[in-house]
């Protein structure tokens, strides 16, 4: 067996990134922290998404069976690794690939879900009730 | 002796700007077949089209399936651009018995090495 380590692309674009560093009341940056900004590691790459009850977070992981997909959450820190096996001949080489995500302390573990469909890894959590969208109706 | 049956016409890079994305492949052979793995994440086995002409694979995929509406889009890391791969196929692979399947994202062609272009030993009268 042999270890190796690779990178996968960079971020598509820089300039996504620049919308909430330039504005620190965006929604992303409330919401996830500036510990996302860039991983040490940026070996998996996610996009995030939200609606009214749920953030979404998608990662790529093409060759990734599902019991090689490890989702922890410890500390308020989501943490994905996946270790991607490839048979070369009677080797086979492993690699591991991680990326943690830190989320707002009012987000709770249980009701993570997660599902591994094509190579898409989606992790969903429910958004806290206090963080769901409301209507304040005016008296 | 293990010489390189498929010789790719371009290297696997990075190319998230362009409106294509050239995914990561990795070229193994053997004295009977050349295997090609090439990673699709997110893409379903109808989504993916390969064709070959004058001797060079051409790997086209797009995701159809797209996000649902309430989505709204926080963070973007991963390129949107569909696939796109050509591969220069040698003579020695015969391009009529190719096989293909995708699992978990990541599509497996298998060329099988041409009869008369495999390694043989002849005896000496």
Redesign the interface.
């Known amino acids: 067996m042999k270890l190796s380590s690779y990178r996968?692309?960079?971020?598509?674009?820089s300039a996504?990134f620049n919308p909430?560093l330039r504005n620190p009341l965006a929604?992303?940056e409330s919401?996830?922290g500036p510990a996302?900004s860039q991983p040490s590691n940026p070996s998996l790459?996610?996009?995030?998404?939200?609606?009214?009850d749920h953030?979404?977070a998608?990662f790529?992981?093409?060759?990734?069976?599902k019991e090689d997909a490890k989702i922890e959450f410890n500390n308020n820190v989501l943490t994905v690794t996946v270790e991607k096996r490839?048979q070369?001949?009677d080797q086979e080489t492993r690699t591991q690939l991680t990326r943690s995500l830190r989320v707002p302390e009012s987000f709770r573990a249980d009701g993570i879900t997660a599902k591994?469909e094509?190579?898409?890894l989606t992790v969903t959590l429910p958004k806290p009730e206090e963080r769901k969208p409301r209507t304040i109706e005016l008296n | 002796m293990n010489t390189p049956t498929c010789t790719p016409t371009q290297s696997s890079t990075?190319t998230?700007?362009t409106a294509k994305?050239t995914p990561?492949y990795?070229v193994?052979n053997?004295d009977a077949s050349c295997r090609v793995?090439v990673?699709?994440?997110?893409?379903?086995r109808d989504e993916v089209k390969i064709r070959i002409e004058d001797g060079i694979l051409t790997l086209t995929g797009e995701r159809a399936t797209a996000?649902?509406d309430?989505?709204?889009?926080?963070?973007?890391?991963?390129?949107?651009a569909s696939y796109e791969l050509r591969l220069r196929l040698p003579n020695r692979l015969d391009d009529s018995q190719l096989a293909a399947s995708l699992a978990?994202?990541?599509l497996e062609i298998t060329l099988p090495v041409r009869e008369s272009a495999q390694p043989r030993e002849i005896s000496i009268q």
């Open positions: 996968t692309c960079p971020p598509s674009n996504s909430w929604v992303f919401l996830f996302i790459a996610v996009d995030l998404f939200e609606d009214g953030f979404y998608l790529e992981v093409p060759g990734v069976k490839r070369i001949g591994l094509n190579g898409i | 990075c998230p700007t994305r990561r990795h193994s053997d793995q990673e699709l994440p997110g893409l379903a996000l649902p309430s989505w709204k889009e926080v963070h973007r890391e991963l390129p949107r978990d994202g990541v």
